[in-house]
């Protein structure tokens, strides 16, 4: 989870920077054909230049779309290699795709992160954020960026090469009618593969999700209708998607699908609201801490969203599987937010400031399994309003490693067919919260883990 909070720092002037046109920069030699289809529309279908060049791409992106076509640019690029050494940045009304929605032809169309020298920044960003600071809170924010669309593309962050937390493969910032579709974002160096700040009327969907560094779709508070739906994940170093708290308006998370993975990773879908995410991405499209109409953000409420017909199929390297919550509390992990009264022996350790503490998950409703089939859920820090049945599903396997602060009247499966044993562990509920399985203990300077965190709990 602290690799979550660090996206936040580590990315955030990425998505504030202008958008640059250098003024005295000579065009390409144009090889594509451009075409006006309209009254401020236009289309043009580019190839890779020398060297898999991306430079008429740019040209298209920053000189040739706003002048010629600002009220609709469609970008088709042929099969090839675009090697990316700056960010890609789409404006208002532009379409930047592949030459078809054929798997084929989409795996042959490929955005390239440059490594020689290597590019630690994001491959492609979509809109931009003014950056919040203790003097300016609330700073005022660039115009937002509307209608744009991203598909049938291979988005490579070639992490075998190159390194930087900054380097996600697609950034989005207040933009509203954003459509990401039916792309392979892959092997992002970054802190996630697609970074969404902020939103209005967003879909993500039938995208490919693969073999990233750390998280693969991190998704902040967002407004008016959203889809999340059919994206398929699969061996993402940290967390597969995260969905965080406070989204306004209906946010559909459905019928996605993380596929067995190797590689080892925190979870598969992660109900998040971490100050230090949520809140330094500046939430939703209004800013920092209120929404579009100037109402605060409430980072713990997720009544916005319907979870359901997703599937976790990650196995064991998904130590977590489905997070609710998240363990970042006033002591690190204990599903506080206050300090316990009694401190362990020797005195409380990394005791957590008030604004990087967790909120409690509220008014999530999951109720009859809504037709999810997960592997393993773990209830972290689950709150009022909430209600996670889970008592039937496909494969009837929802185990948790431990919950913090959650009733079994609110999180509640009890399943004939194991050997006796709760689906859900009970949780302590004392002073002390509870000790995740193998993830807290005497490093923290509290007693080893509770006898309710053994074997047969936690596999």
């Not at 920044?121 to 003097?135: H, W």
């Not at 974002?185 to 996630?192: E, F, H, K």
């Not at 979870?307 to 599987?321: L, S, V």
């Not at 957590?352 to 399994?369: E, Q, Y």
Request: aromatic share 6%.
């Amino acid at each position: 989870m602290k690799a979550i909070l660090g996206t936040t720092i580590a990315g955030l002037a990425l998505a504030f920077a202008p958008n640059p046109i250098p003024a005295d920069t000579t065009p390409p030699t144009l090889r594509g054909v451009y075409e006006r289809t309209g009254t401020g529309t236009g289309r043009c279908s580019l190839a890779p230049g020398p060297g898999d060049s991306a430079d008429e791409l740019y040209y298209a992106v920053e000189m040739w779309g706003p002048t010629q076509a600002p009220q609709g640019c469609v970008i088709v690029l042929a099969p090839g290699r675009y090697v990316i050494n700056r960010p890609l940045r789409l404006g208002s009304f532009m379409t930047l795709q592949g030459a078809d929605d054929r798997p084929g032809t989409r795996a042959r169309t490929v955005l390239e992160r440059a490594s020689a020298p290597p590019y630690t920044g994001p491959l492609v960003t979509i809109g931009a954020q003014a950056q919040m600071t203790g003097s300016d809170p609330s700073p005022a924010q660039p115009p937002l960026t509307r209608n744009v669309s991203l598909r049938w593309l291979t988005l490579d962050g070639r992490a075998d090469l190159v390194k930087g937390k900054e380097a996600f493969n697609i950034l989005i910032a207040r933009c509203i009618g954003c459509n990401i579709v039916g792309n392979i974002s892959r092997n992002s160096p970054g802190l996630t593969s697609i970074a969404v700040y902020s939103a209005r009327d967003l879909v993500v969907a039938d995208n490919a999700i693969l073999n990233n560094e750390r998280d693969g779709l991190s998704v902040c508070a967002v407004e008016g209708e959203t889809s999340l739906s059919r994206n398929v994940f699969a061996d993402n170093g940290d967390m597969h998607l995260i969905i965080g708290g406070g989204s306004l308006g209906h946010e559909v998370v459905r019928g996605n699908v993380v596929r067995p993975s190797t590689r080892k990773a925190g979870g598969a879908f992660t109900f998040d609201t971490e100050p230090r995410w949520s809140h330094g991405f500046g939430g939703v499209i209004g800013g920092v801490k209120r929404d579009s109409l100037g109402r605060p953000i409430d980072y713990g409420d997720f009544s916005a969203v319907t979870f359901e017909g997703n599937i976790d199929r990650c196995g064991p390297a998904c130590q977590y599987g489905t997070i609710i919550g998240t363990h970042l509390n006033a002591n690190w992990g204990r599903g506080l937010d206050y300090p316990p009264p009694r401190p362990p022996r020797n005195g409380a350790k990394k005791i957590a400031p008030p604004d990087m503490r967790s909120w409690a998950v509220r008014n999530l409703r999951i109720p009859n399994t809504a037709g999810n089939d997960l592997d393993r859920v773990t209830i972290d820090y689950l709150g009022a309003g909430s209600l996670v049945d889970l008592s039937s599903g496909p494969r009837r396997q929802f185990r948790t490693s431990c919950t913090y602060n959650a009733s079994p009247l609110i999180a509640r499966n009890i399943d004939p067919n194991s050997s006796g044993r709760p689906y859900w562990s009970p949780g302590t509920l004392n002073t002390y919260g509870c000790i995740p399985c193998g993830s807290r203990g005497s490093d923290y300077g509290y007693p080893p883990p509770a006898p309710m965190c053994d074997g047969s709990h936690d596999r």
